[in-house]
């Protein structure tokens, strides 16, 4: 039996398994990926986003709590930013959700943020879809930050809430200014801080800036104190009305549309890339191209422009 | 005469117009890039990163100061997270360098961290390349957060210095972690709070464990006061330390081919990616795509392959 039929069957080691071969980006993946893909689509993603400091994980493993009380099976992937570096998850499911790790209704899977070629949106995208053929109803996805990565994950999920405490200093400001665009919620977490009510003035000043979204949808702002689990309830029946919204003016096909293409195109580039790079490995024409730069006979302008004349002859007119 | 040309000569509305070419994506810019690429990989640039909320521009402010009182010539890049978002840097040069913009020997300039297919990366090497080409001697390049762009912007400069401040949260300490490999040089700012002594032992541990480096050097640890100045001397003598040391072991030639090799790839990847998308728009095959991935007719991967094997003939087998 191929690992996606076990997964489909809900067995959590032959999920581990593909996660980790995912991770490796091993070419089995792909096929295992491919036979999956027809079982996807079903679950509910929610993204948590927001700087380091803010409670993201306490207000996750919350939220879990409230997703179990109510028997709905979830899926956890936590985006470690450190990963690039230390080649795994420091943190991760080990301390934070430690708790949940007992129940079998709940999937915990810290997510590497390696690779350049393909990076942590395509695997993130990518964990999901096992998370989803295995079942979980709801998929709860934590990042860390405001970068392009972030941007790509949010993309990838149905709701995406960001999470800001009271009192954080100007560069916190500059990066709330970032995010407000992609938020469809929004908490003030720490709600108890001083501040809280200057955030919330803040945050809907410039919401209401921004203007109109083009899918119609004003972002509510919720506060919580997640440590003491307050707020929680008042959160998950807010994004149940996002949800709900989505569907109802039909956006949530052209969510699932737009998807769709921006996952083929990230796909397509890394497949590209992997089968280029080989190709200029090959026949040692890198380290003629890195010699040729280091030496600035050539620009890497133009020695792109010639490598794309010869290897895509059909598409370049 | 070319823009590149009237870059070479110093002249600043040259260079302003020319990077704010590459950040709209100019076609002509590339041209400009081009001619560039000769006169550039003279200049000495320092990378500054690290969590919000740690002072990295205040640090950046100091350092520009000690230079100029070294004669030396200055670029500042200052990469913003909210780009993204906002569609251009929000505190940026207005606010927090604002002293030095009448300065001439200094050169600052913020960046939009938008784009999907070039990224921020990309146009921090084409902006460092400009800089470098006007004949600014030491360009600065600060960044927040630990993403994969600041790793592929770390991937871009001589000396890579990491911020941290006593006193961070847990989520902190998770980021601590990540950044240990991409740090020749840690500062702890804000080393009158409470906990220094902790963060530096901290540190010296995580250090320790990590092993030696593959270059053989040794990462100092500072400890600054940027706000008043203190320790920044210091600093830059532990940064000119680095780049001896570098030059001396030959190491810097190797970090130059692995720039030159990866930039060479980045141009590559944006370049493929454009013609690609170009092609695959015109005769409607994308949505076709969408179409078939939305209703799970046929999964990405495949789909990916498809077009692999159509327009890359002759890389493919």
Known sequence: MSLAEKVFKGDIKAASRLMRDIDDEMESAIDEL?????????????GITGPPGVGKSTLVDKMVEVLRGGMKTVGVI?????????????LGDRI???RHSTDEGVFIRSLATRGHLGGVSRSTHDII????????????VETVGVGQDEVDIVNAVDTSIVVLV???????????????EIGDIFVINKCDQ???????????????MGGKRPDGWTPPIYRT?????????ELMAGIQSHHETMHQKGLHQRQKRDRARSEFLEILKSSVMKRLQQHLNQNGELDRIEEAMVKREKDPYTLAEEIIQRTLQKVVK
């Open 78 to 90: 936590l985006v470690d930013p450190t990963s690039p570096f230390s080649g795994g998850a420091i």
């Open 225 to 233: 104190e997640a440590v003491k689990g307050k707020g929680i309830e």
């Open 194 to 208: 001083e501040g809280a009510d200057r955030l919330e003035q803040e945050l809907k000043i410039m919401l209401q």
């Open 129 to 140: 879809k096992v998370m989803d053929a295995m079942g979980k109803e709801v998929i709860l």
């Open 34 to 46: 491919k036979e999956l893909y027809a079982r996807t689509g079903r679950a509910n993603t929610i």
């Open 166 to 180: 009271p009192g954080l200093g100007d560069d916190i400001q500059s990066i709330k200014a970032g995010i407000l």
């Open 96 to 98: 934070r959700m430690q």
